[in-house]
């Protein structure tokens, strides 16, 4: 192909945004891709074409994402929105993407690559969790941010971490309350949060976490100290059950959200050969990246939630960091003026992940959340429980790949990515190993699904056509 | 099991649903226009013909799939509706047509 970038950004979240203004704006010639129709990222969603003209359901963080679209759009980088990446290689000269926009493949050329391609929401595998009427909080929120549109009838949130109360709150100001908040979050976690108490009370957090409780506790009943959760329902989810120290109880319910927590988003990178190192305090995996965002891999940089949890303005410095170093390793800015640019960015990120610890010690997912019982499916698209996994392993499979070959977990559309997780942390208590000594699943390309049609028409040489033919 | 909020003024799109005619607000992802206009299930599995809906909203659990204008398994919360759509929602298995 002749088209080669000096810097493709992959994502438009924060992470994205930044990095494709920090590189464009030091004269490289960059490209930012998004499968969304606009750019924000989940975090900004819809922030380009939002129903909302005035910030009192979302809340000042939400419209943030503004000041990111205008600097974006002066900055010189082109955005190709409504493309899907499938996938990435690095070659000794330069990166190689697979991209899919409006039924149409190509392969693109860059010499250096940003993956700001973000986090998801931790799986909360527990019985009924497939049923229609239960999405996740941040689908949700998703709905509210894009469409205006929230719960009509009886919600119920369940799980633990900022975002559950964060939107209870958002529905309490958009005049629809949910009918209970069920806290997942283990009471010792309380305990080893602790331990991060002064630097919590010194950070920004803290004011805004006892507000936000605050807020939420006057309007909302809310559950503590849930050890158990299962939905019920035939066709869709009408009831919810959950246990406390006091027993088991139920509730009729319209709509169950659910949310444990955001985990990085692996798929692209970890496809590439990026290595990835297991975080303990978040219980996820995360990139292993330099203070740059340098991945193991020579041209890949990986950014912003997609490489490891620390929030909006955090990915935003850190994709600042890794598009200086792309125009930089790309030839457009030597060290110096790199080194001066990314000063304030560097004293920035020291006070953003202040307080970080003791979100993290406090708001881990509960064990019996994220590793489930036998009858609970952990696979949704192939439709496998913790059961078939825990036969297969007594079968013999003792990896994330093997366990794909006994029981088909991870081969579905979503491939892999809504269990992954779970698959690493299901075997490694299982079997009483470290995830890291259990690793991930290792996402192939097409790392989306693309029609057999648009790959074939991807312009080929002479040689790529016959190198798998012999004649 | 969803409301749009009175200070939504985006204009309305007409698509069809399994033959069916729903409104939409323009900027709305087919997702969304489903789940509004209380289209559930939007499928069936193909495993054990389970009912689905859509569930993370942003492209990573594939529940969410349909079919739109003739091109099945499509990522209904990834598409954005436009005037005249055809959408079906997809039951069980997909059937290879002959020819």
Redesign the interface.
Same mark, same amino acid.
């Given at each position: 192909m002749s088209d080669v970038f000096d810097v493709i950004v992959i994502g438009a979240g924060p992470a994205g945004m930044a990095a494709a203004c920090s590189a464009a704006s030091n004269g490289a010639q960059t490209l930012l891709l998004d499968?969304? /129709?606009g750019p924000g990222g989940?975090i900004y969603r $819809?922030i380009a074409?939002s129903?909302?003209?005035s910030g009192r359901?979302l809340g000042h963080a939400y419209w943030v994402g503004e000041n990111w679209i205008n600097r974006l759009r002066r900055s010189g980088a082109a955005h190709r929105p409504?493309t899907t990446v499938w996938s990435l290689r690095a070659s000794g000269n330069g990166v190689e993407i697979g991209t899919l926009s409006d039924g149409v493949a190509q392969l693109l050329r860059a010499r250096q690559v940003v993956v700001a391609t973000g986090a998801?929401?931790r799986p909360m595998p527990v019985p009924g969790w497939?049923?229609?009427?239960?999405?996740?909080v941040? /689908?949700?929120q998703?709905?509210l941010k894009?469409? $205006?549109?929230?719960?009509?009838?009886e919600a119920v949130l369940a799980g633990t971490g900022p975002l559950l109360y964060l939107f209870a709150r958002q529905l309490v100001a958009?005049?629809?309350p949910p009918a209970l908040v069920l806290d997942t979050t283990p009471r010792a976690n309380r305990l080893r949060a602790l331990a991060h108490l002064p630097s919590f009370i010194a950070s920004r957090y803290f004011f805004k976490g006892i507000g936000l409780l605050a807020a939420v506790s006057r309007r909302v009943p809310i559950v503590r100290g849930v050890e158990a959760l299962a939905i019920a329902g035939t066709?869709?989810a009408n009831a919810i059950r959950w246990r406390t120290e006091a027993g088991w109880q139920e509730r009729r319910c319209?709509?169950v959200l659910l949310h444990q927590g955001v985990v990085p988003?692996i798929d692209l990178w970890s496809s590439a050969g990026c290595r990835a190192v297991w975080n303990e305090a978040q219980a996820c995996w995360h990139a292993e990246i330099d203070s740059w965002g340098q991945s193991s891999e020579a041209g890949i940089l990986v950014a912003g939630d997609g490489a490891g949890i620390g929030g909006a303005e955090v990915a935003a410095i850190r994709g600042v960091l890794a598009g200086l170093q792309a125009a930089h390793l790309c030839g457009c800015l030597d060290s110096g003026s790199r080194d001066l640019q990314s000063r304030p960015a560097f004293q920035a990120l020291a006070r953003l992940l202040r307080g970080r610890d003791f979100l993290d010690a406090a708001f881990l997912a509960p064990a019996w959340s994220r590793v489930p019982e036998a009858d609970t499916l952990v696979c949704?698209?192939?439709?496998v429980t913790m059961g078939d996994l825990v036969a297969a392993m007594r079968d013999g499979a003792s990896g994330p790949a093997s366990l794909k070959t006994f029981s088909r977990c991870g081969m579905?559309?979503?491939q892999g990515?809504?269990c992954g997780l779970t698959v690493t942390e299901a075997l490694a208590a299982t079997l009483d190993r470290t995830p890291t000594e259990i690793g991930h699943f290792r996402p192939r390309p097409p790392v989306r699904?693309i029609p057999l049609g648009a790959l074939a028409t991807i312009p080929a040489t002479d040689e790529e056509t016959t190198s798998v033919v012999r004649l | 099991?969803?409301?749009?909020?009175p200070?939504?003024?985006?204009p309305i799109i007409r698509l069809s649903v399994d033959g069916r005619d729903i409104e939409a607000?323009r900027?709305?992802?087919v997702a969304?226009a489903l789940?509004?206009a209380n289209v559930?299930?939007?499928r069936t599995?193909p495993?054990?013909a389970?009912?689905?809906?859509?569930?993370?909203?942003?492209?990573?659990?594939?529940?969410c799939?349909v079919e739109i204008d003739g091109i099945g398994?499509q990522q209904a919360c990834?598409v954005?509706v436009r005037e005249g759509m055809q959408v079906a929602t997809q039951r069980g298995a997909r059937r290879l047509d002959p020819g």
């Open positions: 499968e969304n /129709a989940q $819809a074409a129903p909302f003209r359901v409504r998801m929401e497939t049923l229609p009427g239960v999405m996740t941040g /689908a949700v998703t709905l894009s469409s $205006a549109l929230v719960p009509h009838g958009a005049g629809a066709d869709r319209d709509l988003n949704r698209c192939e439709e579905g559309p979503c990515r809504q699904p | 099991m969803f409301r749009r909020l200070e939504d003024a985006r607000r900027g709305d992802s969304v789940l509004a559930i299930p939007t599995t495993v054990s389970a009912p689905r809906a859509p569930f993370c909203m942003m492209g990573v659990c594939f529940d799939l398994s990834l954005r």
